[in-house]
T-cell receptor, first 110, second 114 residues
Framework: GQQLNQSPQSMFIQEGEDVSMNCTSSSIFNTWLWYKQDPGEGPVLLIALYKAGELTSNGRLTAQFGITRKDSFLNISASIPSDVGIYFCACNNQGGKLIFGQGTELSVKP | DTEVTQTPKHLVMGMTNKKSLKCEQHMGHRAMYWYKQKAKKPPELMFVYSYEKLSINESVPSRFSPECPNSSLLNLHLHALQPEDSALYLC?????????????FGPGTRLTVT
């Protein structure tokens, strides 16, 4: 079935460092979404990408929809302690369901 | 406004209890979803409502019963649950426009079955 391979699974970084995570798939998708989830809370939509090659920023976050439509990356610049959480990539399949990556758990050391 | 609200925030119930989870959105979205999530795992889809009609049931046990009273509200009725049903239950909503289906999640209900 369709699946998203998200990496890395976890990251331990120093405050102020830049972060990069990515998702790949063997299938083509028309939408790439990036969510952040804090413990005990629901996922919050960070960035939505709808066009191949699209590069979108949201504050310190930048995400790109790969030109092949099979991958996407999320970068966080100058990380701060509140960036801690689990980041999920997700795509819509033909049936309108969301397919999620397994998540990247980010820890930031002050 | 991209807010989805869920009540209660926390729920503890025995295996013989009947309880309901509630979800509300006022974004004019015509698709609403229930997910179950275990710790540090991605959400797992349970049900999808499109235009207030159940369109997807991911083979969820009948002890979970969804209901969509109107386009803004979504309920999940719980009865005779098992301890393994303890999880974070998330509601989400989205537009039904093709290729613009980003889903917006609520804060979740943390359910513990004793």
């Amino acid at each position: 079935g369709q699946q998203l391979n998200q990496s890395p699974q976890s990251m331990f970084i120093q405050e102020g460092e830049d972060v990069s995570m990515n998702c790949t798939s063997s299938s083509i998708f028309n939408t790439w979404l990036w969510y952040k989830q804090d413990p005990g809370e629901g996922p919050v939509l960070l960035i939505a990408l709808y066009k191949a090659g699209e590069l979108t920023s949201n504050g310190r976050l930048t995400a790109q929809f790969g030109i092949t439509r099979k991958d996407s990356f999320l970068n966080i610049s100058a990380s701060i302690p509140s960036d801690v959480g689990i980041y999920f990539c997700a795509c819509n399949n033909q049936g309108g369901k969301l397919i999620f990556g397994q998540g990247t758990e980010l820890s930031v050391k002050p | 406004d991209t807010e989805v609200t869920q009540t209660p925030k926390h729920l503890v119930m025995g295996m013989t209890n009947k309880k309901s989870l509630k979800c509300e959105q006022h974004m004019g979205h015509r698709a609403m979803y229930w997910y179950k999530q275990k710790a540090k795992k991605p959400p797992e889809l349970m049900f999808v409502y499109s235009y207030e009609k159940l369109s997807i049931n991911e083979s969820v046990p009948s002890r979970f019963s969804p209901e969509c009273p109107n386009s803004s509200l979504l309920n999940l009725h719980l009865h005779a649950l098992q301890p393994e049903d303890s999880a974070l239950y998330l509601c989400a909503s989205s537009q039904l426009t093709k290729d613009r289906q980003a889903q917006y999640f609520g804060p979740g209900t943390r359910l513990t079955v004793t």
